[in-house]
Nanobody, 119 residues
Framework: QVQLVESGGGLVQPGGSLRLSCAAS????????MNWYRQAPGNQRELVAS???????TYSDSVKGRFTISRDNAKNTLFLQMNSLEPEDTAVYYC?????????????WGQGTQVTVSS
């Protein structure tokens, strides 16, 4: 079955950096787009960055220029390099993909990793 396991979160000071990883299994990783979402307390889950199967990235306006999404298809791993972190980036970060069976879309989520930006 599809499994997504995030790691790399933690506590960092404003202006610092973190690199999140998501280990994927149970599907042909290289064939599917992958996404990073985040959810702060009291907020809805929001899409932060996406990368297509052909390595094309897109970013939300709030992280553009600071975050970089990438993937290593040989290792079935998704990354999110986060630089110039701000307190507003504090959230639980989730790895996501979605698969179709016919017209039925199923979303898959990891357990999340906490990122806290604070002095």
């Amino acid at each position: 079955q599809v499994q997504l396991v995030e790691s790399g979160g933690g506590l960092v000071q404003p202006g610092g950096s973190l690199r999140l990883s998501c280990a994927a299994s149970g599907f042909t990783f290289s064939h599917y787009a992958m996404n990073w979402y985040r959810q702060a307390p009291g907020n809805q889950r929001e899409l932060v960055a996406s990368i297509t199967a052909t390595q094309r990235p897109t970013y939300s306006d709030s992280v553009k220029g600071r975050f970089t999404i990438s993937r290593d298809n040989a290792k079935n791993t998704l990354f999110l390099q986060m630089n110039s972190l701000e307190p507003e980036d504090t959230a639980v970060y989730y790895c996501n993909t979605y698969l179709y069976k016919g017209a039925q879309r199923t979303d898959y989520w990891g357990q999340g990793t906490q990122v806290t930006v604070s002095s």
